[in-house]
């Protein structure tokens, strides 16, 4: 099946640093989406891209879908201590609105802030 | 935003015996819901998709007799882990889609149930 390998697993950062996390793929997704997860709840969803190449941002919080299909970034600037999570990229193969597929998700990157 | 309820948030239950989680959209019609499977320090594994008045789709590796799913009306779809077991001890979460109208419309996650196989 198809997979997402996510890096880095887990980040140690000083508050008001940035970070940036990436996904790759070794097939097409076209639908890239980003999302974090607070410990014993469901992810919610930050960032999602739906075209090659754009860029969007969410306040300090900003993501790729790559030109090829098969990658995504998500930077995060002035880390600030409620940033604290596991974010997840998720690919889709389906594209908007008609597709009723599921979601395949990266193994998480754990963000820890040191104060 | 759209509010997906799961419930119960966690269930202790005993070898052998089934299990009900109930999936919920609060403020929209779901015509298509999700079950994902988390275990610890893990990634989100699709288990099945479900649209409205159908049969539900399973992955690749996941029992489907186990895993009996029910998606009876737009508002309500249940997932029930049959003769459990331990190692069906998991994170289980569902999330929730309107259909979209050629907008871009993303599935909302549940807050996730916690199962705890004894």
């Known amino acids: 099946g198809q997979q997402l390998n996510q890096s880095p697993q887990s980040m140690f950062i000083q508050e008001g640093e940035d970070v940036s996390m990436n996904c790759t793929s070794s097939s097409i997704f076209n639908t890239w989406l980003w999302y974090k997860q607070d410990p014993g709840e469901g992810p919610v969803l930050l960032i999602a891209l739906y075209k090659a190449g754009e860029l969007t941002s969410n306040g300090r919080l900003t993501a790729q879908f790559g030109i090829t299909r098969k990658d995504s970034f998500l930077n995060i600037s002035a880390s600030i201590p409620s940033d604290v999570g596991i974010y997840f990229c998720a690919g889709r193969v389906s594209k908007t609105g008609g597709g009723a597929d599921g979601l395949t998700f990266g193994k998480g990157t754990h963000l820890i802030i040191q104060p | 935003g759209a509010v997906v309820s799961q419930h119960p948030s966690w269930v202790i239950c005993k070898s052998g015996t089934s299990v009900k989680i109930e999936c919920r959209s609060l403020?929209?019609?779901?015509?298509?819901m999700f079950w994902y499977r988390q275990f610890p320090k893990q990634s989100l594994m699709l288990m099945a998709t479900?649209?409205?008045?159908?049969?539900?789709?399973?992955e690749q590796g996941v029992e489907k007799d186990k895993f009996l799913i029910n998606h009876a009306s737009l508002t309500l779809s249940t997932l029930t882990v049959t003769s459990a077991h331990p190692e069906d001890s998991s994170f289980y979460i569902c999330?929730?889609?309107?259909?979209?109208?050629?907008?871009?419309?993303?599935?909302?996650f549940g807050q996730g149930t916690r199962l705890t196989v004894v």
């Open positions: 403020d929209f019609q779901a015509t298509t």
């Open positions: 479900s649209n409205e008045g159908s049969k539900a789709t399973y």
């Open positions: 999330s929730a889609r309107t259909a979209g109208t050629g907008g871009r419309t993303e599935a909302f």
